[in-house]
């Protein structure tokens, strides 16, 4: 099956400061979307964007379907984003999504 | 909209008993998915439905777990019966047009 990785695994970020997280896929997609589960374990659903670039607040993620990536940037973070990023994504027909390891983000003060 | 519902939140149980976890799906989304996640397996699709038809089930471990969904707005994940292993955070989660939204999770305990 395909292959989600994700990096880096862990990040620790002074609030304000700015980061991106990569999601690399072995396949080619056609749904890919990225999730942030928070510290209660609730699973938000930040961005669906197989191809291009989105923004929403101080998110924003770009997606190069071509090449097999993606990338979540977080600006200005704030204590908040703290929790674990996901992508996942759907390949070939059906429906079925298969998610990455996801990098898990403290943001301190 | 309120959203995916799971119920119940927490499950505690005995190894032998029957589980029995509960979802409704927002209204109008068409396709449902029941997802597993464990420190040591992260997030695994068990089953996923598209207008109440099981379309993947091979994420499911074995004999011992059923999904069934009677009708657009409910569905059911049965464990029996349940094992220590089978402890985990379940979640459901329901799609429109592709993009998923998930409910709070039922946090399963087999003691």
């Known amino acids: 099956g395909i292959q989600v990785e994700q990096s880096p695994p862990d990040l620790i970020l002074q609030e304000g400061a700015n980061s991106t997280l990569r999601c690399n896929f072995s396949d080619s997609v056609n749904n890919l979307q990225w999730f942030h589960q928070n510290p209660w374990g609730q699973l938000i659903n930040l961005f669906y964007i197989p191809s291009g670039t989105k923004q929403n607040g101080r998110l924003s993620a770009t997606t190069g379907a071509t090449e097999r990536y993606s990338l979540l940037y977080i600006s200005s973070s704030q204590t908040t984003d703290s929790g674990v990023y996901f992508c996942?994504?759907?390949?070939?027909?059906?429906?079925?999504?298969?998610f990455g390891t996801g990098t898990q983000l403290k943001v301190e003060l | 909209d309120a959203g995916v519902i799971q119920s119940p939140r927490h499950e505690v149980t005995e190894m032998g008993q029957e589980v029995t976890l509960r979802c409704k799906p927002i209204s109008g989304h068409n396709s449902l998915f029941w997802y597993r996640q464990t420190m040591m397996r992260g997030l695994e699709l068990l089953i996923y439905f598209n207008n109440n038809v099981p379309i993947d089930d091979s994420g499911m471990p074995e004999d011992r777990f059923s999904a069934k969904m009677p009708n657009a707005s409910f569905s059911t994940l049965k464990i029996q019966p349940s094992e220590p292993r089978d402890s985990a955070v379940y979640f459901c989660?329901?799609?429109?047009?592709?993009?998923?939204?998930f409910g709070q999770g039922t946090r399963l305990t087999v003691v």
């Open positions: 989660a329901s799609s429109l047009a592709w993009r998923a939204f």
């Open positions: 996942a994504v759907v390949t070939g027909g059906g429906n079925k999504l298969t």
